[in-house]
Nanobody, 125 residues
Framework: QVQLVESGGGSAQAGDSLRLACAASGSASVSYDMAWFRQAPGKEREFVAALSWTGGTYFADSVKGRFTSSRDNANKKKYLEMNSLKPEDTAIYYC???????????????????WGQGIQVTVSS
């Protein structure tokens, strides 16, 4: 089993930056793909970013150029650095994982087996 816990959310003004962290425990290892999804009120959960276990990174068009993602394999943590925040970034952000050693990285929520509890990010104009 893999347990994921998000931290670092909160409130920000448009243009500000926030960093989310996801701590993994249990059987999670460096061979898992890790991803971030978000869900705004009244909307479906959407892909934000993914880090493949082989080192690839993928971003949704809506955040490309503003968000970056990294992982600290030694400490089983991954991060989502969110810059130039916009009010439309307001959502609950979820950390997700799938693995191990999968051939392709997915941007679909259904492909991920493990989820954190989610953390609120609110951006005001």
């Amino acid at each position: 089993q893999v347990q994921l816990v998000e931290s670092g959310g909160g409130s920000a003004q448009a243009g500000d930056s926030l960093r989310l962290a996801c701590a993994a425990s249990g059987s999670a290892s460096v061979s898992y793909d890790m991803a971030w999804f978000r869900q705004a009120p009244g909307k479906e959960r959407e892909f934000v970013a993914a880090l493949s276990w082989t080192g690839g990174t993928y971003f949704a068009d809506s955040v490309k150029g503003r968000f970056t993602s990294s992982r600290d394999n030694a400490n089983k943590k991954k991060y989502l650095e969110m810059n130039s925040l916009k009010p439309e970034d307001t959502a609950i952000y979820y950390c997700a994982a799938r693995g191990p050693c999968l051939a392709e990285t997915s941007v679909y929520a259904d492909a991920y087996n493990y989820w954190g509890q989610g953390i609120q990010v609110t951006v005001s104009s």
